[in-house]
Every structure is written in structure tokens, then in C-alpha cells.
């Protein structure tokens, strides 16, 4: 587990506008029926994300996660990956999580991001470019979704993705990386016990002999899931995150 029910997102620097968040259900194409949260800027900027978490799904961090891209004025929907196995039922600590998890599938994830991206293109800018954001799981998921030129995203950012998670029997994002078509992102700690860095600097130099646009961090003595406001020994490394984060969108929107 990525993030307990204390864990909240930090707050990026600059001046932050009003923001509304909702939650919502939306519906797949194969009828599914799940949970999202969309936040809204008062005023907004450039860009949307569509927020891939943890593997508990949609709980209150990515909610409030949410809402910080919606006050620095980037609409913002995090989805949740559990409607065909646990229906809209609450996703805080007492949620048995992992066997909900080994149940996920690619080809069902990606009907959930297509009706998110639907849901986020009808009710924010129309014409603005669209990033997923994933957090460990969601991390291997946003890279798994680089590989589908049909989301029309701009690029894509990963936070500590596990890069040799399979889902449903698939590859994994390492051995998808060939297929790979937007820019990336990707953002890991250097003491994060579960991600070898050499799984990540093999991502990096496969990338680079793709010829993708990349940008591969590693922050030095960070663990997995640094990116905490209660976690204060890494309070530049997160400030650093939100900083990488908001130049990619900007840059590439």
C-alpha cells in the first residue's frame, strides 16, 4: 500500500486559484459502472490530467491530489480500478485491495480510461492536451497507457512505477516500452526497496534507443511514496516533483 488514509498530497509553490471537486460514477463501455472524482479550476490554465492511484484505487489522497492540479488550474479526474470486481464501495484502509488487484486487466482499465477521458473532455477544456499521472501501480499503468496512440495524450507521468508488474497475464511496461508513443516522466526514489534502479535506468536507456522523449528522475535517498506532505525529510524532492510535473504539462500542452 502506497499511501495510508493520513497521507495527503504536497502543495505545489506559487499562487494556487478556487477549485470544486464532485464525485462522480461513471460507465464503460462494457457497462461497468465506477467511481472518479473530478476537480475543476475556477479559472483554467493549460492542460488535464487524469489520475491513475495507488493499488487501493480511489482513495482520499487522490482526491485531494485532484483538487491541487485543479487550483494551479489544470482540471483533473482520478479514477478508480475496482467497478467489475467491488463495486463503489468505500476504498479507505479497511479495504482488502489485493485481491481486487490481481483481478485487473488491461483491456477493462482501458475501457475506465476512455470513459474518464470522455467524462474530463465534456466537462473541462475540450481542447486541452491530457496527461495521466500514476502513482506505483497507476505509475506501471501510465506507462502501460503510452502505448495507446488512440487516448490522444500529449505525454505521460509515472511516479515510482513498478516496471515489472504484469496485469492479467500481460507484459510488462519494460517489455512494452517498443511500443511506447508520448513523451515521458517518470519520477523515482533512489531508496525505494521495491523498484531496483536498474529496472529504472534500463526504462531510461530504452527509451532513449526508441528515441523518445524522455525525462527519468531519481531522487537520492527517497523511499517509495515520498511524494507525502507528512513525509518532511523529502519536502524539496516532492517540490521538485510538482515542478517537473507542471513544466511537462505546460511544455507540452
Not at 181 to 188: A, D, I
Request: charged share 25%; aromatic share 12%; hydrophobic share 40%.
Amino acid at each position: 500500500m502506497c499511501y495510508d488514509d493520513n497521507a495527503r498530497p504536497p502543495i505545489p509553490d506559487g499562487e494556487r486559484g478556487i477549485a470544486h471537486g464532485d464525485d462522480v460514477v461513471l460507465t464503460s463501455t462494457d457497462g461497468t459502472r465506477f467511481m472518479a472524482y473530478f476537480a475543476r479550476p475556477e479559472k483554467p490554465g493549460k492542460g488535464q490530467v487524469i489520475i491513475y492511484p495507488d493499488v487501493r484505487g480511489l482513495h482520499q489522497f487522490y482526491k485531494e491530489l485532484a483538487l491541487r492540479f485543479a487550483e494551479v488550474g489544470i482540471s483533473a479526474i482520478a479514477i478508480d480500478y475496482f467497478g467489475r470486481t467491488a463495486g463503489i464501495s468505500s476504498r479507505d484502509e479497511s479495504f482488502e485491495f489485493m485481491p481486487h488487484v490481481q483481478q485487473v486487466k488491461l483491456d477493462t482499465f482501458f475501457q475506465d480510461v476512455q470513459a474518464g477521458l470522455n467524462y474530463l473532455r465534456e466537462n473541462a477544456d475540450a481542447q486541452g492536451a491530457t496527461f495521466p499521472v500514476g502513482f506505483c501501480m497507476g505509475g506501471a499503468l501510465s506507462l502501460q497507457s503510452a502505448t495507446r496512440s488512440e487516448f490522444g495524450f500529449k505525454g505521460v507521468i509515472a511516479f515510482y512505477a513498478g516496471l515489472k508488474r504484469a496485469f492479467g497475464g500481460g507484459a510488462t511496461a519494460l517489455e512494452q516500452v517498443d511500443k511506447i508513443v508520448y513523451p515521458v516522466l517518470g519520477l523515482f526514489g533512489g531508496a525505494d526497496q521495491g523498484i531496483p534502479i536498474s529496472d529504472v535506468r534500463e526504462l531510461e536507456a530504452k527509451l532513449q534507443q526508441k528515441g523518445i522523449e524522455q525525462k527519468i528522475l531519481v531522487y537520492e535517498g527517497a523511499p517509495h511514496s515520498f511524494f507525502d506532505r507528512r513525509a518532511s525529510d523529502y519536502t524539496e524532492a516532492s517540490s521538485d516533483a510538482w515542478r517537473q510535473m507542471l513544466s511537462f504539462i505546460a511544455s507540452h500542452s
